[in-house]
């Protein structure tokens, strides 16, 4: 599959993020309104942020179609960088789309000098796991929570600054 990555916001680039989430979370974890909701209300307050070097959105883009996403929030979890929004469409998953939005927002806290790079994630997105471990990172604490709507295992992993 053809794409490529820009860095920056776009137009409409909030809506489809939400949509790409809601959609595939509601199919496969059940999730709901509430669950979009926190998506669309964190990427609401993210965005303005973008002024702040430290923070930064990509997008995989097929033509100029939105079919993934990823950002790096650096002022919510500082010192610490905090990946959030990592999303692709389901015909992009399995293709190395993924790891090349990854990529650029590693290399992005690389660049900021960030102690660590911390996300959240939770149990059953395996996929994203083994990517995540490949590039450096390791659970650091897994725990019950509802924040999304629905009961799940929370997982923080952490990645120290690349040397």
Do not use: K
């Amino acid at each position: 599959m053809p794409f490529t990555i820009a860095c920056g916001w776009r137009p409409g680039l909030l809506g489809r993020t939400t949509e790409l989430h809601a959609r595939y979370y509601a199919q496969a974890f059940g999730f709901g309104p509430r669950f979009e909701a926190v998506v669309a209300g964190g990427l609401a307050e993210f965005v303005p942020r973008l002024r702040d070097t430290r923070n930064q959105i990509w997008a995989a883009l097929d033509g100029e179609t939105v079919i993934g996403t990823i950002a790096i929030d650096g002022q919510d979890m500082a010192p610490a960088a905090h990946l959030r929004w990592f999303i692709l469409h389901e015909a992009a998953q399995g293709t190395g789309i993924g790891r090349a939005l990854l990529q650029a927002a590693l290399a992005h806290v690389d660049a900021q000098g960030f102690a660590e790079t911390r996300l959240w994630t939770f149990a059953g997105l395996n996929p994203a796991r083994r990517l995540y471990e490949r590039h450096g990172f390791a659970m650091a604490d897994e725990r019950p929570g509802d924040q999304w709507g629905e009961p799940v295992m929370e997982q923080l992993f952490i990645r120290p600054r690349a040397s």
